[in-house]
Nanobody, 126 residues
C-alpha cells in the first residue's frame, strides 16, 4: 500500500509561481511512476504531467509545457510540481497518483494509476 499526501497549494496572482509536493508513505516509492492531475470546478479531471520511477522520462500536457516542471526525490519519497507563469485557468485541485504499470514507451496520460492523493487546491487570481 502507498499513501499519497499533497501539500503546497494556495492562492497566487496570475504570473506568479507555486510548488506543490506529493509525499508518499509505504514501501518502494522508487518503483512507481508518478503523475499530477488536476480538476477544475465543473470540469473533468485532466492529466498535467508524469515522471518515470527514475526520472529518466517526463511528459507534460500541452497547456503547461514550458511553464510547469515535474520532478521527484526518491530519497525523500516526494514528487514535486513547480508551476511558473501561472494563469487563472490553472485554478484547480491538484492530485498526485502512482502507478507500477509504466514501462518505456508507455503513455503517462492513459496509464492506469493504483494510488491517488486527496488533492491540494491551487487558485490563481487575475
Amino acid at each position: 500500500q502507498v499513501q499519497l499526501v499533497e501539500s503546497g497549494g494556495g492562492l497566487v496572482q496570475a504570473g506568479g509561481s507555486l510548488r506543490v509536493s506529493c509525499t508518499a508513505s509505504g514501501r518502494a516509492f522508487n518503483i512507481y511512476a508518478m503523475a499530477w492531475f488536476r480538476q477544475a470546478p465543473g470540469k473533468e479531471r485532466e492529466f498535467v504531467a508524469g515522471i518515470s520511477s527514475s526520472s529518466t522520462s517526463t511528459y507534460y500536457t500541452d497547456s503547461v509545457k514550458g511553464r510547469f516542471t515535474i520532478s521527484r526525490d526518491n530519497a525523500k519519497n516526494t514528487m514535486y510540481l513547480q508551476m511558473n507563469s501561472l494563469k487563472p485557468e490553472d485554478t484547480a485541485v491538484y492530485s498526485c497518483a502512482a502507478s507500477r504499470r509504466w514501462a518505456v514507451g508507455s503513455g503517462f496520460e492513459t496509464l492506469q494509476y493504483d494510488y491517488w492523493g486527496q488533492g491540494t487546491q491551487v487558485t490563481v487570481s487575475s
